[in-house]
Nanobody, 122 residues
Framework: QVQFVESGGDLVQPGGSLKLSCQGEGGRYSFFCMGWYRQVPGKQRELVAALTITGFSNYAESVKGRFTISRDNANNTVYLQMNSLEPEDTAVYYC????????????????WGQGTRVTVSS
């Protein structure tokens, strides 16, 4: 059973940067699609970015130009580089993985990390 372990969440000032990491443990292959969601208490979970093993990516409009998703297939790891952070980016960030892009972008992915908290505040 694959488990995903996230790291990198922290408190950062507006305009700052963070890089989140999520590594799958226990799996024997790379998933076709990996991505990141975020959730604020009282709001719906939001897809932030997704990246297929073939290199196709998509981003939420609110993070385009500021966030970059990347992956290390050999180590079953996905990253999220976040630049020019804004208070509105404050949320718990979850990595997700599955064998189809549809599962990831619709929120139906089978594998989720435990979440890492990002707080953007001065």
């Amino acid at each position: 059973q694959v488990q995903f372990v996230e790291s990198g969440g922290d408190l950062v000032q507006p305009g700052g940067s963070l890089k989140l990491s999520c590594q799958g443990e226990g799996g024997r292959y790379s998933f076709f699609c990996m991505g990141w969601y975020r959730q604020v208490p009282g709001k719906q979970r939001e897809l932030v970015a997704a990246l297929t093993i073939t290199g196709f990516s998509n981003y939420a409009e609110s993070v385009k130009g500021r966030f970059t998703i990347s992956r290390d297939n050999a180590n079953n790891t996905v990253y999220l580089q976040m630049n020019s952070l804004e208070p509105e980016d404050t949320a718990v960030y979850y990595c997700v993985s599955d064998d189809t892009r549809t599962a990831v972008v619709t929120g139906a992915a089978r594998y989720w990390g435990q979440g890492t908290r990002v707080t953007v505040s001065s």
